[in-house]
């Protein structure tokens, strides 16, 4: 199973960007989806995440501001981020848990908030 992010770039504090991760290869039964980010010289954290069901949890900082939404023919998971931060600013980790609890990993998305 192979997870390709994208959407990254560079926007200025107050803009938007929606990232995407699409999963292909071998057909999975997903138990949840999430993104996660890591800035330099810091740890990475769960962003947000999204259970088959439909429950979603956000880290406190983002709340109110980003949104995560699936597409589950696509197998697909999307983060849309309003009013974006310069301490937004990280690599964006997609990740799938199936119900095996095998975890994949995307390669990451930059994404950067500056003027």
């Known amino acids: 199973v192979q997870l390709q992010a994208s959407g990254g770039g560079l926007v200025q504090p107050g803009g938007s960007l929606k990232l995407s991760c699409a999963a292909s290869g071998r057909r999975i039964s997903i138990s949840s989806m999430g993104w996660y980010r890591q800035a330099p010289g810091k740890q990475r954290e769960l962003v947000t995440v999204i259970s088959s069901s439909g429950f979603t949890s956000y880290l406190d900082s983002v709340k109110g501001r980003f949104t995560i939404s699936t597409d589950n023919a696509k197998n697909a998971v999307y983060l849309q981020m309003n009013s974006l931060k310069p301490e937004d600013s990280a690599v964006y980790y997609c990740?799938?848990?199936?119900?095996?609890?095998?975890?994949?990993w995307g390669q990451g998305t930059l994404v950067t908030v500056s003027s």
């Open positions: 990740r799938v848990t199936d119900w095996s609890s095998v975890t994949y």
